[in-house]
């Protein structure tokens, strides 16, 4: 497992572990060069009747008080076996609070 270190803070954060399924699902995709092969950290996933998701970060940067990072969603709305892969270029100010 990675875990992020992103300068000092005041809390630190900690991700779960990816879950088995979700590993798998991340593994075929990139297997299939759907899914770019990056040291992904899971953050967290849902599951309902309409759709499976699951949200990963990759690339962290700390300058300052600003954190860029890629954040990638992997989604597939039910019935469809397909899946859907978007990453995107995100930033987070960390300042006091």
Known sequence: MI???VGH????W???EE???WYEVR?????TNRFTDSAWIYVESL???KVLA?????????????V???????????????WVVRIFPMRALCGKG
């Open 3 to 5: 875990t992020p270190t």
């Open 9 to 12: 803070s005041s809390s630190q």
């Open 14 to 16: 900690v991700p779960e």
């Open 19 to 21: 879950p088995p399924n």
């Open 27 to 31: 593994q075929e995709l990139m297997s």
């Open 47 to 49: 599951q309902s009747e």
């Open 54 to 66: 699951a949200e990963y970060l990759a690339d962290v940067n700390r300058i300052s008080d600003t």
């Open 68 to 82: 860029n990072f890629n954040g990638a969603l992997i989604m597939r709305r039910l019935p469809s076996p397909e």
